[in-house]
């Protein structure tokens, strides 16, 4: 039987030789292709990958597929950043993009992300199209008449480094930095953001050195998440060359980390509350902050402070990128570690964030330790925490219809409103907040906890998780 292929918020993702294999990549890629075909027109998709084992023959395998279905393929030469790869799409009036890509995963894993003509990752009404054509092909064999062996084919190559770096250097005044005379250390974490960020502060004359600038599909033996505890090495740059900030990527460049000049990791939720601020200071935009459910209502209260519209979606970026599309809005984030900003690609860009938040510690000239005590100070202290919560077959159970019911109070604060925009968010009477969503992979329930004092947020994390298991 045909493993069932799902597109969840950040396209499908499976095990490489248990799930995540050349048969099920090719039907995944020729239910899009067929999916794109169906379009009309003259369509061309873009197909590109990270620095993950096989990726060049998943690459070289999927041209052959579109080209049989009468697309045609642009095939991205070297590992190349998602929003790399969704600026191209515009640029190119593409009909979307294949990128072999499993993100933040640990090594073992890969997936296939689906953008749009757009460069957004595709709405859930898309990818259900796609499962459909998927589903139709059943357990049929799907080789490229070529075979895998077969002869190379001269399909067209695309660099997409030039033109979305230029981009990036429009949106962020990397020469404020220099002026500065800021040091920055810059991890890639092995992945697709190598020569990105670095290339672009070094042609503007900027002090930067690297870690982990090199191909290792194995990302070091962990996950290539630019979270605190794997940034060691970062702050031992830092501290080695006097660096005022770190700036990290992922294994696809749309996640970001950033690690202060003392050594603190500053977490996401912070950073994009830091960045709308800051950009409503120096650019003026006003016209709108998306975040999602789960993301800090610091964000909240800055768009009370500025009478900015706040927009508040589910978690997946794709439905901030419509509202960046819509130009809605001047920024929007993930607690999650993604951003974009207006004018730019609906899509997570970690290169960009590391780079404006440079620019805006040279801009300001003060820490981000500095800048969140301020940002307190002007709106009010938020202590945002997310937890991995795994649940017994028989409590997640429970509490799948635990949570279709409102709760009066959590750990004797009482439930003053409740937010079911996605999972159950739950707001308190002290302004402290819960959200609970379940995973759509694992028997894991994501509690997100928020409190206004520093000393409360250990208990309410305790008392969000016994609830999960009352």
Sequence with gaps: ??????????????????????????????????????????????????????????????????????????????????????????????????????????????????????????????????????????????????????????????????????????LVDLAAIKEAGLKVVFDPFWGAGRGYSCHALREHGVDVHTVHDYRDVLFGGHAPEPDDELLEECRHKMKEVGAGIGIATDGDADRFGIVDSDGRFIQPNYIIALLFDYLVETRGWRNGVAKSVATTNLVNALAEHYKIELHETPVGFKYIGELINQDAIAIGGEESAGLTIRGHVPEKDGVLAGLLVAEMVAVRGKSLGEQLKALFAKVGSYYPMRENFRLTPEVKAGFVEKVKHDPAEIGGLKVTGVVRTDGLKLLLEDGSWVCYRLSGTEPVVRVYTESRRESDLKPLSDAAKAWVMA
């Design 1 to 170: 039987m045909a493993t069932e292929i799902k597109f969840g918020t950040s396209g499908w993702r499976a095990i490489v030789a248990d799930e995540f294999t050349l048969a099920n990549i090719r039907r995944a890629v020729t239910g899009i292709a067929k999916y794109v075909a169906a379009q009309g027109g003259e369509p061309k998709v873009l197909v590109g990958r990270d620095p993950r084992f096989l990726g060049e023959m998943f690459v070289a395998e999927t041209a052959k597929l579109l080209a049989e279905h009468g697309v045609r393929p642009l095939v991205i030469p070297d590992a190349a950043p998602t929003p790399a790869i969704s600026y191209a799409v515009r640029q190119h009036k593409a009909s979307g993009a294949i990128n072999f890509t499993a993100s933040h995963n640990p090594p073992e894993y890969n997936g296939i992300k689906f953008s749009t003509a757009d460069g957004a990752p595709a709405l859930p009404e898309v990818t259900k199209q796609i499962e459909t054509e998927i589903k139709a092909l059943g357990d049929s064999p799907l080789k490229p008449k070529e075979g895998l062996n077969g002869p190379p084919r001269n399909f067209e190559e695309v660099d997409v480094k030039p033109a979305y770096l230029k981009r990036v250097a429009e």
